[in-house]
């Protein structure tokens, strides 16, 4: 399986043009492209964040590293769709109202797609009423980042009018930023707090199983 | 590197002058790491140290300093900074004041000010080119040196309370990228600029109070700057993303812009320097964020690689040819790069986000105190100042003037600018606080 330590690599080290390689490779010697997904793409990225919490790599070998991910995803895909493989789960995520800050919530939203979840990116200065709506559109899990002190509130009133519309009980709902707390999380009603894009991937796992577990199958 | 920070200020001072001392030399005295009467203390000197002008009006109510409805001027429109006044200054203590270039951050002057409001009906005052007439979705567009023909360069959307960039960005050619295209915006001073600086120095001098200037073209890589606000059409690297992955996937050409962007501020310097000499007490070299709220933004490596040669090369040459002491912001968890930042040579560094992760502020007094003088970390404003009771307020002020207090190399300022939405209840316990605790000499218990 040298092409999947090869892909593992590039992808770590941020290699755009040798991680489609070996992804093509991979496939050409008839890797299925779940395996190249998961033993492959996931596992670099997961990789990746473990370096990144342990203060290995920052936040521009993490950028580099999922843009090659996604470069070499974008060669799986159709393969994926082929195979017929299922998501981990699909986020909505975004920026809250009145904030246009964004790197965070796409470093999340990198890391997240790294570990197989779908992704429907609402941008930033999203309103409540765009999130309600992703949740009727499949998202299991809203993930939510603010910067500022300023606009961080405005994450009590999306998880309002999740309520309000009656979705509570069937969707996570997760939260993050700068000035943002576990005690924050917990007064404005949201299921879990991440203080960095690669414990995100792991809490948004435990609530998501969460809320499986709640609703059934 | 250290002798040349003990300069001019330690010689200038003599111990006879500490009771009674004028704000000035009251900085200078932090600046050389002695205790003058009192701590001083920054407000609005610098566009990172000043206030949000919704929590200006409201102060200034509070205070009784204007008849309700008074408007207060928008000095920065990035981030909607207030105009701290003379009277404003007066009341609170403060003991800076700012120097700026004549344009601001999107390449208009601040002039022919017209009345404007917004956030919950404040009554401004905004530069005549400065946009009031909204999309029709709410959002504000600013556009770069008011050239409305241009690409709107920034975004105030509808619910917001200031401007982010809006990215502009070519398709990267790999095979023919070329410094010069990130280097537009920084060019020779224009003798225009450099008499408004003169005649600002001269016209403030007078007031007694230090002066921190902001001269502009040393940020090297400050992503505020990067998407080149004053620009009409960007060219070179100005997405925040690809720019954050050239550090490490395209540094030779990163290098090459700030080698030249180097060249270019130290000979604007010379020219400054020469129209008004030492009358500057601190000047702003960067505003670049090296940290996040958990650690580096950036690795250790990148940071002595990239960027410390170019911030030795300012600090030194300031340090050999003014009489100048050096400013550098950084928000975010830095302790992993402090020891190349203050090796670097800052004199001053800024916010002092103890608010992140592993700056302790009394690890940061013990490690650096005695070479880096402390001009922020006064008041978290993520929690306590905008979430906390005015007792807790009290109590984190009265805690940072002893632990960074003692010896001097302390500027009381809280962690950047103080936003909207702050209880004017609180800025009150803040000052009030502040005049409170701020007299020497002050012990630290817990030392």
Redesign the interface.
Known sequence: MAALDELREAVID?QLAVAVEQTKRGLEEGIPAQTLFDDGLMAAMRRVGELFEE?E?????M??AS?AMTAALEVLKPELVAEGASTSGRVAIGTV?????D?GK?LVAMMLRGNGFEIDDLGT?VYPERFVQAIRDGAEVVAMSAL????MT?MRAVVEAIGEAGLREGVAVVIGG??I?QTFAEEVGADGYA??ASSAVRMVEQVLGRVRATNGP | MSGARTSNANAALSAGARRGTSSRERVEFALAHQEADRVPLDLGGGLVTGMHVRSVYLLRQAIGLDPPGTPVKVIEPYQMLGEIGPDLMDALGVDVVGVGRPTNMYGFRNDNWKRWSAFNGTPLLVPGDFPTDPERNGDILMYPCADRSAPACA?M?????YF?SIIRQDPIDEEHLDAAANLEEFAPISDEAVEHIRAEVARLLPSGRAILADFGGMGFGDVALVPGPTLRHPRGIRD??EW??????RPQYVYEVFDRQAEIALANLARIHAAIGDGVTAVFVTGADFG????????PK?YRTLFKPFHVRVNDWIHANTGWKTFIHSCGSIW?LLDDIVDAGFDALNPVQTSAANMDPRQLKQAYGDRVTFWGGGID???VL??GTREEIRAMVRDRMRVFGPGGGFVFNPIHNI???VPVENLLALYGAVEEFRGYPIGDPAA
């Open positions: 941020g203060g790599v920052f936040v521009p070998e950028l580099v843009r109202m009145g904030d246009l800050h790197i796409n200065d500022l002190t300023t606009t405005n700068a000035p707390t203080r960095d | 975004r959307p509808k619910t917001g309370l982010d925040l993303e954050y992955m050239s550090l490490v996937s996040t709220q958990e650690g580096p933004l950036i690795s990148t992993r404003t993520q929690q905008p979430f936003q909207a939405g």
